[in-house]
């Protein structure tokens, strides 16, 4: 694993879903109970848009991705390590879940409505990231 790992996650709750619903899954998927920074904000019809943002470091975050890993089937790690080439910018590997399939307890990857996670690791050579983000996800196989 990775020693020196930050992971960031948002989420755009609207208006119709239910905030202690993400809450509970977070807690329950991952152990992340509290810690969360809540903004509201008003969308394009004047509805209400709260956002979730939360940010994990060191022991915290290898436990979050190490749950990841676990949580996601063997077909979505191998997708994700297909395209991890596209997913990576920056020392950052870009992942997005399904929200309907989160608050069921299911962690599956998908681009649209999404919880977006970002895992950013110190990487001083650029052409390492592709290479350690592969390495960090094939624990799972």
């Known amino acids: ?36 920074t809540v903004n509201e904000t008003l969308g394009h019809f004047e509805n209400t848009i709260t956002i979730l943002s939360r940010k994990i470091e060191k022991k915290e975050a290898q436990k979050f991705v190490l749950r990841l890993i676990e949580a996601i089937s063997k077909e979505q790690i191998i997708k994700l390590l297909e395209e991890i080439e596209e997913r990576t910018v920056d020392s950052r590997l870009h992942i997005r879940l399904d929200k309907q399939e989160f608050i069921k307890g299911n962690l599956v990857l998908s681009e649209r409505d999404a919880i977006k996670v970002k895992i950013h690791t110190p990487i001083y050579n650029k052409k390492d990231t592709v290479k350690i983000f592969r390495q960090l996800f094939q624990i799972a196989n």
């Open 1 to 36: 694993m990775v020693d020196k790992l930050e992971v960031t996650i948002d989420v755009i709750i609207h208006a119709t879903e239910d905030i202690s619903k993400f809450l509970k899954s977070f807690e329950d998927i991952f152990e992340l109970d509290d810690g969360f």
